[in-house]
């Protein structure tokens, strides 16, 4: 979950590496560092704290070198604090490392290292690692390549790592397992960048390589990328891509935060995602990952829908979509959970993996299990050329565009949106839903973009309404059918960028224990839309009501009834039930947000939270 970026070329690396550090603290900021060579003079720089501390110690005066290494934190060994950041120096000084990831076996590692007088300054697995490269480098006297490789196969962990020896300043070893690693090339590979994503090198070049798992590379100026696998040494062909993002989409344009941003762009995000794939003039959907494989989609025996967060919720609303307009049983489950249960998979199973970043690292284990069982294995991620989408059998990529921010919000409504459009098609092919009806969903859905623009218009009424609760202390949401889902995203929303305690519930839940928390104070958010349940929802309004508790409804448009019993009404355009979510959710991002600024909260990197979780 932290940020790496690296630079190796004929440019001051300082600039590059900086800057590129920024771009990725969203992957953490417990700490950040930096260090940087010319060949003579070695310069590190680390400190706790985000990469704008880090700016404040590095002595403008030693920020030369065309070679730099530079580290994002997410802390999982040791606190944050100076010691424990990145980057690492071995014993001798010699070698230096950045790496995302854990070492599981760091402990055995370092007790033999330090029976070896090795002496250690943090509590990090990654110092254990780069002591555990150069032992290897002294007792095999072999190069740095050849260390980096025989170190990696004693370690045990998930990594993504890059390695140099200062003194030879004109190359660097990266490698991968489970934790994701990009490399960019330079024209006439005058100059190479690394990266845990491509954000920090896409205004120098276009063409990038991204490592798969237990693959090494050396990058050396002048010379051919190099890719080995780590196990046998055996030569790998470097699969060099072009890269889509431009710089345009990772800065903020204007908002304050780039959670508003993103939640801003889902019109066109939307749009986006099924753009190509919706055909509303002719009344089809085209989707190629989905009819090059109809027949185990048709004949599935049930979907296993694997995620986590915000992924997780966007599969809880498929599992309503599928089993609601396909009639094909659907469970879904927490990757975390999936993987050490010893689930019953079958053959026959369609399992469906949804990540934002594509590289989960509970999803991708849940994804090995799985297609180790035989079922046939499908993805749905936003990053092209993550892992995910590089493990599964197949997929489709959600065309969000990047989210910076850390509480997903586009990724939310453009995951279900692609599952609406599988569900949709599976649905008519299997003749549940009529020609007659499968026609009027695809209209539906082309109209959610501007639907959903609408919906934006409510941002004052929702920040007034933030302004009275923030300080609240506690929260529920509710909500049934389609939005039980929605219920449960938006408690998270809050819960993760204001750090109120918010839970989700299906309404009629309530009598089940939740309602004892209702009180004059408490503040109650209802999913109560004229699609889906309505008159049980506003039974359940009353029972809150009449305990005093203060209701924040969401409701349809020209809504009178629930307008008459809630203390607040906000009003969402009218839709079939099954595309609810997109719009519902809107309110529920925005005022989490709201409520965030108005606490003084970090909105774009709350504390705690790194926004790809690549660790377990």
């Known amino acids: 979950m932290c940020g790496i970026v690296g630079y190796l070329g004929f440019r001051k690396a300082y600039p590059i590496v900086i800057n590129g550090l920024q771009r990725l603290e969203y992957r953490g900021y417990d700490s950040a560092g930096v260090i940087l060579t010319d060949g003579n003079q070695v310069n590190l720089y680390k400190t706790k704290g985000k ?16 070679l730099g290494l530079g580290h994002t934190r997410w802390a999982t060994h040791g606190i944050p604090n100076d010691e424990n950041s990145h980057p690492h120096v071995s014993n001798s000084g010699k070698l230096v490392i950045v790496h995302n990831g854990i070492i599981e076996n760091y402990n055995t590692l370092k007790k033999e290292l330090i029976a070896r007088d090795y002496t250690f300054k943090s509590d990090t697995d990654t110092e254990v690692l780069i002591n555990l490269i150069e032992e290897v480098q002294k007792r095999n006297n072999c190069n740095l390549e050849k260390a980096v490789q025989l170190a990696l196969t004693n370690a045990v962990g998930a990594y993504a790592i890059a390695v140099f020896d200062v003194s030879k300043p004109e190359e660097i070893i990266v490698a991968r397992l489970g934790s994701p690693i990009a490399i960019g090339i330079g024209a006439n590979n005058e100059e190479f960048f690394v990266a845990s994503d491509a954000s920090p090198f896409i205004e120098y070049t276009k063409d990038a390589v991204y490592l798969d798992d237990e693959e090494l590379a050396i990058i050396k100026i002048g010379e051919d990328i190099r890719v080995r696998k780590i196990q046998d040494n055996s030569e790998v062909e470097p699969n060099i891509q072009e890269l889509k993002l431009n710089l345009e989409q990772i800065e903020k344009g204007g908002y304050d935060h780039f959670m508003l941003k993103e939640i801003h762009e889902q019109p066109n995000a939307i749009l986006d995602t099924y753009r190509g794939r919706l055909l509303a003039n002719q009344g089809i959907i085209k989707m190629g990952s989905v009819d090059n494989n109809i027949a185990k989609f048709l004949n599935a025996n049930r979907i296993i829908i694997v995620a986590c967060g915000t992924s997780w919720h966007a599969g809880l609303v498929a599992e309503y979509l599928f089993e609601d307009l396909a009639r094909i049983p659907v469970e879904v489950e927490y990757a975390s959970e999936f993987r050490y249960r010893n689930p019953v998979i079958n053959k026959g199973d369609v399992v469906i993996a949804i990540s934002q970043s594509g590289e989960t690292a509970d999803t ?40 910076i921010g850390v509480a997903s919000t586009k990724a939310f409504t453009t995951q279900i949106t692609v599952l609406a459009l599988i569900a949709l098609k599976l649905g008519n092919l299997k003749g549940e839903l009529s020609n007659s009806q499968y026609h009027a969903y695809i209209q539906e859905m082309s109209l959610i973009p501007s639907k959903v623009e609408e919906t934006l218009k409510i941002n004052d009424i929702v920040e007034n309404i933030a302004a009275i609760y923030k300080d609240a202390p506690n929260c529920l949401y509710l909500g049934r ?32 224990g939740p309602i004892a928390l209702i009180d004059e104070s408490m503040p109650v958010v209802v999913i109560a839309t004229k699609k889906g349940h309505y008159d049980k929802v506003v039974s359940n309004i009353q029972e809150i009501k009449s305990r005093k508790g203060k209701i924040i409804a969401v409701v349809t448009k020209g809504d009178t009834i629930v307008k008459d019993i809630a203390d607040h009404t906000i009003e969402v355009p009218e839709t079939v039930e099954a595309f609810t979510p997109l719009l519902t959710t809107i309110p529920l991002q925005l005022l989490s947000y709201h409520i965030a600024v108005m606490r003084n909260c970090n909105v774009d990197q709350p504390r705690n939270l790194a926004k790809s979780v690549t660790v377990e």
């Open 51 to 66: 990469v704008s501390d880090l700016k404040e110690v590095v002595s403008e005066n030693s920020i030369e070198g065309n």
């Open 481 to 512: 059918g389609y939005n039980f889902p929605v219920a449960l995203e938006g408690a998270l929303k809050l819960k993760e960028i204001s750090y109120i305690h918010a839970e989700g519930y299906p309404a009629a839940e309530m009598k089940h």
């Open 364 to 403: 991708l284990a849940a994804i090995k299990l799985a297609k180790s069982q035989g079922a046939f294995v499908f993805g749905v991620c936003n990053v092209v050329g993550s892992s995910i989408a590089r493990e599964t059998d197949t997929g489709a990529y959600t065309h969000a565009g990047p989210e």
